[in-house]
């Protein structure tokens, strides 16, 4: 089984500074990764993801993740945020190959950038 | 691509009716689509899994009779909430998986159901 850990459930910061949002992982086989963003009264929207290949991964709005295989780690950053990137960011974890494809969601971390 | 649309966004019915929510892929075929249970400011909870054709698989803890779901074609789930009570209030948001796509999961922009 999977499970996924976001230990901060809220990040306050000001607008243009640079942020992290962690996620750690635990899981006995290998895994596919996501983070997922949603906006208020809103479902999630697919921010970037990790299945394979470079480590390091690009949404096209500015957001970046490196998974790190030996931290068990899924660290979402972006160098300079925007009030709009204001909402909350799930990561999530699945087992690579499994049948049903299940997510495994974090329990989420509100990004609540000020001005 | 890849849009899954959700209906309805938003409804309010009282105790002890039946409400039943649509999950749409409205430009690819979902085989197995998903939905997902979400109490405020909590994550999302896998409620079952549910196949074309075939009966769906329910996450230990939910009531299969209590959250009917039917997946009669490729591009529509549904979730009939029945018997609904207060305490079944919540966000439910369906996911559609695209086979195609490299095992990602597309999301609906979710249902608030609110039982007075």
């Known amino acids: 089984a999977q499970s996924v850990t976001q230990l901060d459930s809220q990040v306050p910061v000001f607008e243009e500074a640079p942020v992290e949002l962690r996620c750690n992982y635990s899981s006995s086989v290998s895994v596919y990764l996501f983070w997922y963003v949603q906006y208020p009264n809103q479902g999630l929207q697919l921010l970037l993801k990790?299945?394979?290949?470079?480590?390091l991964v690009e949404s096209i709005n500015g957001f970046e993740a490196e998974f790190n295989k030996s931290q068990t780690s899924f660290h979402l950053r972006k160098p300079s945020v925007h009030i709009s990137d204001t909402a909350e960011y799930f990561c999530a974890v699945s087992a690579s190959g499994g049948a049903t494809n299940k997510l495994i969601f974090g329990t989420g971390t509100l990004l609540a950038v000020q001005p | 691509g890849a849009v899954v649309s959700q209906h309805p966004s938003w409804v309010i019915c009282k105790s002890g009716t039946s409400v039943k929510i649509e999950c749409r892929s409205l430009?690819?075929?979902?085989?197995?689509m998903f939905w997902y249970r979400q109490f405020p400011k909590q994550s999302l909870m896998l409620m079952a899994t549910s196949n074309e054709g075939s009966k769906a698989t329910y996450e230990q803890g939910v009531e299969k009779d209590k959250f009917l779901i039917n997946h009669a074609s490729l591009t529509l789930s549904t979730l009939t909430v029945t018997s609904a009570h207060p305490e079944d209030s919540s966000f439910y948001i369906c996911?559609?998986?695209?086979?195609?796509?490299?095992?990602?999961?597309?999301f609906g922009a979710g249902t608030r159901l609110s039982v007075l």
């Open positions: 430009d690819f075929q979902a085989t197995t």
């Open positions: 996911s559609a998986f695209l086979l195609a796509g490299l095992n990602i999961q597309y």
């Open positions: 990790y299945l394979s290949g470079s480590t």
